[in-house]
């Protein structure tokens, strides 16, 4: 029933030589690896989708359940509820910062891996650039310096021919 599914309704009696065996075995296996890598495909693809929506679905979560809590925590005392003074607001916003800089660094399958190259390209070339600059700068400050040399070399010639 699986060779079936893989090769169809055909008659083994038509691959009686060896050669047409082994070429229908190895037809076996190439479809067989192709279908795996599909699969995988798949199934990455459908993970990478939900650990995309992971976070908001954590955020939503906890929205529902502070919605469905606060009648609760108003009549908790004052003591008992959380604070939110503006040290821990700075540190909550510091690892968020922090946790999003980690991401844009670890994601290596998608756009923030690309902007990264980019940037890493970009830089790179920069600095190659900015290089080859101040190698034009010193190289043309050099030949100003020459030309400065000959002009006042020229002067001097002009000023004995006139003389």
């Known amino acids: 029933m699986i060779l079936l599914g893989f090769v169809g309704d055909f008659d083994a009696d038509n691959f ?11 037809y076996i296996i190439v479809v067989i690896v192709i279908f795996l890598n599909v699969l995988i495909a ?8 939900a650990m995309a929506q992971a976070e908001a679905l ?5 929205l529902e359940l502070i919605t469905d809590t ?3 925590a108003s009549r908790l005392p004052e003591w008992m509820l959380p604070t939110n003074d503006e040290d821990s ?8 910062l922090d946790d999003l800089k980690k991401d844009k660094a670890d994601d290596p399958n998608r756009i923030n891996y690309t902007i990264n190259a980019v ?3 970009v830089e790179n ?3 190659g650039l900015g290089a080859e600059l101040a190698a034009t700068r010193n190289e043309l400050s050099e030949t100003q310096q020459q030309l ?3 002009m006042a070399l020229l002067e001097r010639v002009a000023e004995k021919v006139k003389a």
């Open 16 to 26: 009686d030589k060896v050669v047409l065996r082994v070429l229908l075995v190895f």
């Open 58 to 62: 954590y955020y939503r979560s906890r």
């Open 70 to 72: 606060a009648p609760i």
């Open 89 to 96: 607001i700075k540190e909550s916003i510091t690892e968020a």
């Open 42 to 49: 798949i199934v990455s693809d459908s993970y990478e989708m």
């Open 148 to 150: 400065e040399k000959m």
């Open 119 to 121: 940037e890493a390209i």
């Open 125 to 127: 070339r920069t600095r």
